[in-house]
């Protein structure tokens, strides 16, 4: 009985003892697997990692992603964005009339009667059959115009009209199908971004991107008409009459001056804001000429002492013109006006930017004081008289920090003009020199 138990037992051992051999082989190789495994992986290079109690979660927000790039407001601004060239000829050297003098000139590579400045700057297109718009400086005095586009071509381009008191002006070029730059119709804000587009120094069409530092900047004495953009964008001689584009390549301004103690870009540049460069470039595409309204008078803001707490706001009527608006509508020397159609006159440039965008025949009402007591004048604006163009720099210049001239700058008298006396003195020098068989030095 026993023995068959035994017998019983030894058949079920060799029953499963191949499973159990095999279950012993299959864990020995996990195990092996697994250790050659977790060896290759210790041998692999891995960056390093946060650990996760140190990771930040990013803020849940319905905020989307920041602008990573401002290509395509670019490339649908900068087609839009011109380089200009102008060539004008040079007036004769004043001393090339005298043979003794002109031989010395000549020796050393004076200057000939047909030699040509070349100027640079940009423009922006503003219609498709090819009207650019581009400061008034940058054409001023050009004998020819060259406009070189975006995608290479190049033609020449004739003056529509200036208007130096806002140094705006357009030119047009027998083209068409070009691409105009859109206007932004809401407000340029301060801190908005600003991507300026020109030719910096003639190297080629370029972008800087900054943002708008400051609106309505007046007193800077370039125009006489000032409502600039301030931007931190880098603007440098040859940006001028290139575009300020907002981030979605829309046109907010026209690059005009930059403040610099080198003649370089310090992060302090003007530009024209659309309002303007819009009202300009109508008057001058329609009628050649901007007209604008004019009070007749001379004016100075009321002085302001920074130390008190009150404020005294308005404009002092200094000079009033004979048979002018201001003097056929009662305006009085001394007069302070407050107000113009419920507007506040902070100060002079404020009364000058306002009536300027009115057009002739407008009529105003003024709040005044006059003598303690506050009166109303109906003014009838008239068409403001023309007057000489005062030559203007593109760079305001801090001298008494040793700022550099403009190079850009030309003077129409560029050659210093020596004495009757040093005049006669240098040619008796020179006949001696060439008497001598010697070559002037």
């Not at 060896?39 to 803020?59: D, F, I, L, N």
């Not at 003098?101 to 059959?129: A, M, Y």
């Not at 003056?159 to 859109?182: E, N, R, W, Y």
């Not at 907010?252 to 309002?275: D, H, K, L, Y």
């Amino acid at each position: 009985m026993s023995s068959s138990r035994n017998t019983n037992n030894k058949a079920s051992l060799l029953k499963w003892l191949p499973w159990v051999l095999l279950l012993l082989v299959l864990a020995a190789f996990i195990w092996l697997f697994t250790s050659m495994k977790t060896t290759s992986s210790e041998a692999a290079w891995e960056p390093p990692r946060t650990p996760p109690a140190e990771q930040v979660s990013q803020p849940v927000s319905d905020t989307p992603a920041p602008i990573a790039s401002y290509h395509d407001a670019v490339a649908r601004a900068s087609q839009s964005v011109v380089n200009i060239y102008t060539t004008q000829t040079m007036a004769e050297h004043p001393y090339m009339d005298d043979p003794v003098l002109r031989r010395f000139f000549e020796f050393h590579g004076g200057p000939s009667q047909d030699q040509g400045s070349t100027n640079l700057g940009s423009g922006v297109i503003v219609s498709e059959d090819g009207y650019i718009v581009t400061n008034a400086h940058v054409i001023e005095k050009a004998d020819e115009i060259t406009v070189a586009f975006n995608d290479g071509r190049k033609s020449r381009a004739r003056i529509i009209g200036t208007d130096p008191d806002s140094d705006l002006a357009v030119i047009k070029v027998d083209m068409t199908g070009l691409t105009p730059l859109g206007f932004r119709e809401d407000p340029i804000r301060v801190g908005d971004l600003a991507l300026a587009i020109g030719n910096p120094f003639g190297v080629g069409q370029t972008v800087t991107q900054g943002i708008i530092s400051a609106t309505g900047r007046t007193g800077l004495g370039v125009n006489k008409f000032e409502d600039f953009i301030q931007t931190d964008a880098a603007i440098n001689p040859g940006n001028s009459g290139g575009a300020l584009v907002d981030a979605s390549g829309e046109l907010v301004g026209i690059n005009t001056v930059i403040f610099s103690r080198s003649g370089g870009s310090m992060g302090i540049g003007f530009a024209i804001p659309t309002a303007i460069v819009e009202q300009v470039m109508n008057a001058l595409i329609k009628d050649g000429k901007v007209s604008r309204g004019w009070l007749g008078i001379e004016i100075q803001s009321q002085l302001r002492d920074p130390t008190r707490l009150e404020t005294s706001t308005g404009v002092e009527v200094l000079n009033v013109i004979d048979q002018g608006p201001a003097a056929k509508s009662g305006l009085r020397v001394g007069d302070i006006i407050l107000t113009i159609d419920g507007v506040e006159m902070t100060d002079a440039n404020t009364l000058i930017q306002y009536v300027a965008r009115k057009a002739p025949n407008t009529e105003l009402n003024a709040q005044i004081l006059r003598q303690g007591k506050n009166a109303q004048v109906q003014i009838l604006l008239e068409e403001r008289p023309v007057q000489e163009p005062v030559p203007r720099p593109v760079v305001l210049q801090d001298e008494a920090l040793g700022g550099m001239e403009q190079p850009n700058i030309q003077s129409d008298e560029a050659v210093p003009m020596m004495s009757e006396e040093e005049r006669d003195r240098m040619r008796e020098e020179l006949l001696k020199l060439f008497e001598g068989n010697g070559d002037p030095q």
